[in-house]
């Protein structure tokens, strides 16, 4: 049995990095100094944001849509209950979704004019759906019938995948 605690000195605690230290540490494992004193100037100090694309790119990765033009209404969880798909977690704030006045423990009745009765049905139907069309919803809140309209967005997550996975060729950085 190994006792990590060992390993840290405590020296090592009581002398925190500094800014100056990260950047001098993002010069010698980038190889380009002034690469880490421009992105420290720029997006540390500075109020630039970062293109993490591009950073990207020279890695020889691709950051992209995960999923491009497919329908979205938000990050929260649809469960299947008793034949009735039901919102089991918080709605974001600001998501299509939220906007479409849903909520924690709303069972969705219909999309679209189509009666849908499972998570499933309601996760296809969604991305099945191109970004920007608004569908009609029926959904059930404590018993009530709620009419309401829902706008669909398009999925937001991005992925990082090898460049060559994303049909590019090497570059020489």
């Known amino acids: 049995k190994r006792d990590w605690s060992s390993d840290v000195c405590s ?3 009581d002398n925190p990095y500094t800014m100056a230290d990260l950047e001098s540490t993002l010069a010698t494992v980038s190889g380009d100094a002034a690469f880490a004193a421009d ?4 997006y540390i100090r500075g109020h630039e944001v970062v293109d993490y694309a591009r950073l ?3 890695a020889g990765f691709t950051l992209r849509r995960r999923s491009p ?5 938000g990050d929260f969880r649809i469960q299947d209950v008793q034949g009735r798909a039901r919102i089991t977690s918080a709605v974001p704030f600001e998501s299509p979704a939220y906007a479409a006045g849903l909520d ?12 849908v009765r499972t998570a499933s ?5 969604i991305r099945a759906t191109r970004p920007g069309q608004t569908l009609q919803l029926v959904f059930e809140r404590r018993g009530q ?6 706008t669909v967005g398009e999925d937001p997550h991005v992925e990082i995948v090898p460049s060559e996975n994303a049909g590019k060729t090497m570059s020489e950085d």
């Open 11 to 13: 020296s090592d605690l």
């Open 56 to 58: 990207l790119d020279r």
């Open 121 to 125: 049905e309601v996760d296809r139907t």
């Open 145 to 150: 019938s709620v009419m309401s309209s829902l």
């Open 69 to 73: 033009g497919e329908g979205f209404a």
């Open 39 to 42: 992105f420290f100037a720029r």
């Open 104 to 115: 924690r423990d709303d069972f969705i009745v219909s999309i679209g004019g189509t009666t």
